[in-house]
């Protein structure tokens, strides 16, 4: 992995987080948004505007891939580079979630 993505990348901030993860499946940024606010009992919400910057920002580091457009709506699928750093950060949210634990 380039120094340079890490660097970026990792920590995420969670607009970031959550939209890798989603895309572990083929998705459009409006499906993203919504199956955000599902997966956080609308604790998070993402902005359009930060969707979709977010989303061209990571298309363009080679996180995330173009698939097909319908209707306006872009849809988007992880690649192996995005995979590497969503892995990257599951495992540094593991640890933090492991050490909070072990310190009273």
Same mark, same amino acid.
């Given at each position: 992995?380039?120094?340079?993505?890490?660097?970026?990348?990792?920590?995420?901030?969670?607009?970031? !987080?959550?939209?890798? !993860?989603?895309?572990?499946?083929?998705?459009?940024?409006?499906?993203?948004?919504?199956?955000?606010?599902?997966?956080?009992?609308?604790?998070?919400?993402?902005?359009?505007?930060?969707?979709?910057?977010?989303?061209?920002?990571?298309?363009?580091?080679?996180?995330?891939?173009?698939?097909?457009?319908?209707?306006?709506?872009?849809?988007?699928?992880?690649?192996?580079?995005?995979?590497?750093?969503?892995?990257?950060?599951?495992?540094?949210?593991?640890?933090?979630?492991?050490?909070?634990?072990?310190?009273?």
């Amino acid at each position: 992995m380039d120094a340079h993505i890490k660097k970026v990348y990792v920590p995420m901030t969670e607009t970031g !987080f959550y939209i890798l !993860f989603c895309l572990q499946e083929e998705m459009h940024g409006y499906n993203i948004g919504l199956k955000v606010k599902e997966m956080t009992n609308g604790e998070v919400t993402i902005s359009p505007g930060t969707m979709y910057g977010t989303l061209s920002k990571m298309e363009k580091d080679q996180l995330i891939s173009f698939v097909k457009e319908e209707d306006k709506r872009k849809s988007y699928i992880i690649t192996d580079l995005g995979r590497e750093v969503l892995t990257l950060e599951l495992k540094r949210i593991e640890r933090l979630y492991r050490n909070s634990k072990g310190k009273k």
